[in-house]
């Protein structure tokens, strides 16, 4: 659920804007900050290198909708000695002053996010519940949080209470050439190839009216250009990474395999 990240080389990443900076301020300034923007984008791999940038360690936990409040803050484990008390990553990260990074987090349950509002203001604190402890938060400890908001807006919410906050950094897809510039650097392709894939991703994402609940990301251009520069065939890589996870219905599945071909002809 939770790992750290290593600190050693600086992970990939190319800013489209202010975002570094203005992260930097939140971060000195101790603001909880909310990344908003469509699976993909890079959200993720933006802590990663903030994390790097600022000499911090990284806890990331993965948000599902059984994640309940002692996965975060942690638990009393039975051991043959009797119980001892084990610390949850949020209580770990908080402790250690680290960057606790937790993604989709409208996927948990709204009662254990709750757990994030003595955190995310000016108390910087965890109240553990079950040893009667307040644990202030080391310095350096900064909570950030995303979630995709145009399919959260279909199923599930962040409510108004949570996030006014934190400080939003919206992100979307970068523009063709920067987009490219990343597909070919994480694929390992050449700069052609990377903006033909790029100008695939952008045809298939004007399906999204069409009925395409999710659009290529970054993410899934990037598969398929590792799929080439391993030798397999560019359409056969476009049908396996792009096309087959986007959907199963048979009517866009055809409309996707036919933008595929009009791309690599």
Request: with cysteine; net charge negative; charged share 20%.
């Given at each position: 659920m939770a790992e750290h990240a290593a600190q050693s080389d600086a992970p990939y990443y190319l800013a489209s804007g202010g975002e570094v900076e203005l992260f930097e301020q939140c971060h000195a300034r101790q603001l909880a900050v909310m990344l908003k923007g469509p699976t993909g984008c890079g959200k993720t791999r933006f802590v990663e290198?903030?994390?790097?940038?600022?000499?911090?360690?990284?806890?990331?936990?993965?948000?599902?909708?059984d994640l309940s409040a002692s996965d975060l803050v942690g638990r009393f484990l039975i051991r043959?000695?009797?119980?001892?008390?084990?610390?949850?990553?949020?209580?770990?990260?908080?402790?250690?002053?680290?960057?606790?990074?937790?993604?989709?987090?409208?996927?948990?349950?709204?009662?254990?996010?709750?757990?994030?509002?003595?955190?995310?203001?000016?108390?910087?604190m965890l109240p553990i519940d079950k040893t009667g402890e307040t644990v202030m938060a080391a310095p350096g400890f900064q909570l950030v949080v995303s979630y995709n908001p145009g399919y959260q807006r279909m199923l599930k919410d962040m409510k108004p209470s949570t996030r006014q906050r934190f400080v939003a950094l919206d992100f979307a897809f970068p523009p063709p050439e920067r987009e490219s510039a990343i597909v070919a650097r994480e694929g390992g392709v050449g700069h052609s190839l990377a903006f033909a894939l790029v100008t695939l991703g952008q045809r298939l994402r004007g399906l999204h009216d069409r009925g395409l609940a999710?659009?290529?990301?970054?993410?899934?251009?990037?598969?398929?250009?590792?799929?080439?520069?391993?030798?397999?065939?560019?359409?056969?890589?476009?049908?396996?990474?792009?096309?087959?996870?986007?959907?199963?219905?048979?009517?866009?599945?055809?409309?996707?395999?036919?933008?595929v071909d009009l791309t690599f002809v």
């Amino acid at each position: 659920m939770a790992e750290h990240a290593a600190q050693s080389d600086a992970p990939y990443y190319l800013a489209s804007g202010g975002e570094v900076e203005l992260f930097e301020q939140c971060h000195a300034r101790q603001l909880a900050v909310m990344l908003k923007g469509p699976t993909g984008c890079g959200k993720t791999r933006f802590v990663e290198y903030m994390a790097h940038r600022l000499g911090r360690p990284l806890v990331t936990i993965s948000c599902h909708d059984d994640l309940s409040a002692s996965d975060l803050v942690g638990r009393f484990l039975i051991r043959h000695d009797g119980t001892a008390w084990q610390d949850g990553p949020l209580t770990r990260a908080v402790r250690e002053g680290a960057i606790c990074y937790l993604d989709e987090v409208v996927e948990a349950r709204q009662d254990t996010v709750v757990v994030l509002h003595p955190l995310s203001d000016h108390r910087r604190m965890l109240p553990i519940d079950k040893t009667g402890e307040t644990v202030m938060a080391a310095p350096g400890f900064q909570l950030v949080v995303s979630y995709n908001p145009g399919y959260q807006r279909m199923l599930k919410d962040m409510k108004p209470s949570t996030r006014q906050r934190f400080v939003a950094l919206d992100f979307a897809f970068p523009p063709p050439e920067r987009e490219s510039a990343i597909v070919a650097r994480e694929g390992g392709v050449g700069h052609s190839l990377a903006f033909a894939l790029v100008t695939l991703g952008q045809r298939l994402r004007g399906l999204h009216d069409r009925g395409l609940a999710e659009v290529p990301s970054t993410r899934l251009l990037i598969a398929a250009a590792r799929l080439v520069g391993s030798g397999i065939a560019v359409q056969q890589a476009c049908y396996a990474a792009i096309v087959a996870p986007l959907s199963d219905e048979p009517a866009l599945l055809a409309a996707m395999r036919d933008l595929v071909d009009l791309t690599f002809v």
